[in-house]
């Protein structure tokens, strides 16, 4: 279509590459035994297919023990080859949580911590032109955050200005926040005879709950500030 057009030449952009690197002492790949207080690894799978649905190449899928010189060596590896990383867990205020204090030392941070549930830890910054994304270890944060931070930063990297267009439903049920941040709410969608969107917020919420993100069609964005909500009212769903 181009050559028939008379079109030699075009711009183009080739795919993101991304380290996805899940961090903890507690993880085992899935299919091997498990121990005292251990848990399989998953947070480094389901972020590498997040990835690839935003159009990412992965390059990177590992897991790293907390161990500082252990994960500073795989971030300034992964630093080489990606242009962005992104890590779950080690970014709270934990024994273990390392990253913030590596980041620093080999980068720099450009923010800590959102006003955000789930996902308050995030971190982000970069190591030199490589930019980084400490997730949260909760899979839930860890899944929220990437939708709501990483994708925009894939989509950015690929050429896509446009934002899609907001979508807006009615909450199905009272809820009450019991804080000032933004609060995503893991819902299930449907249209009611009247052509109406309903926004039923699964009761499962926690940020280690799969289940509720796995059964939920969209995220409900709550602003900060507002605590009490009413059957009716209009939600914003946020954006894939």
Same mark, same amino acid.
């Given at each position: 279509m181009?050559?028939?057009?008379g079109?030699?030449?075009? +711009?183009v /952009?080739r795919?993101?590459?991304?380290a ?12 091997q ?9 998953s ?17 990177v899928?590992?897991?790293v ?7 500073q060596a795989?971030l300034?590896?992964a630093?080489?080859? +990606?242009d ?8 709270s205020?934990?024994?273990?949580d ?8 080999i980068? $720099?941070?450009h ?9 308050m ?10 930019l980084?994304?400490?997730?949260p ?6 899944a929220v955050?990437f ?5 925009f930063?894939?989509?950015?990297m ?9 979508v807006?439903?009615?909450l199905?049920?009272? &809820?009450?926040k /019991?804080?000032?941040? +933004? $609060? ?6 449907h249209?009611?005879?009247?052509g109406?969107? &309903? ?6 919420q ?9 059964e ?7 602003p900060e500030?507002?605590?009490?909500y ?5 939600v914003?769903? &946020?954006?894939?």
């Amino acid at each position: 279509m181009l050559a028939a057009l008379g079109i030699a030449k075009v +711009a183009v /952009r080739r795919l993101p590459r991304i380290a996805v690197i899940a961090t903890g002492n507690e993880l085992v790949p899935p299919g091997q035994p498990l121990g005292f207080g251990q848990i399989h690894e998953s947070n480094a799978v389901m972020l590498a297919a997040l990835a690839r649905e935003s159009g990412a190449q992965v390059v990177v899928q590992r897991c790293v023990r907390d161990e500082p010189p252990a994960l500073q060596a795989a971030l300034l590896e992964a630093a080489a080859d +990606a242009d962005l990383i992104v890590t779950s867990g080690g970014v709270s205020a934990g024994e273990a949580d390392h990253l913030p204090n590596i980041l620093q030392t080999i980068g $720099e941070i450009h923010f800590h911590k959102v006003r955000l549930k789930p996902g308050m830890p995030m971190l982000f910054g970069q190591i030199g032109a490589c930019l980084y994304f400490g997730l949260p270890g909760n899979p839930v944060s860890s899944a929220v955050t990437f939708r709501v931070f990483v994708r925009f930063a894939l989509r950015a990297m690929q050429g896509i200005a446009t934002v899609p267009k907001p979508v807006r439903a009615r909450l199905d049920a009272p &809820w009450h926040k /019991r804080h000032a941040r +933004a $609060e995503f709410l893991r819902c299930g969608l449907h249209t009611d005879e009247a052509g109406v969107q &309903w926004a039923s917020p699964h009761a499962k919420q926690g940020s280690g709950m799969l289940r509720g993100l796995a059964e939920s069609d969209g995220l409900a964005l709550l602003p900060e500030e507002e605590r009490e909500y009413r059957r009716g009212d209009v939600v914003m769903l &946020w954006p894939e």
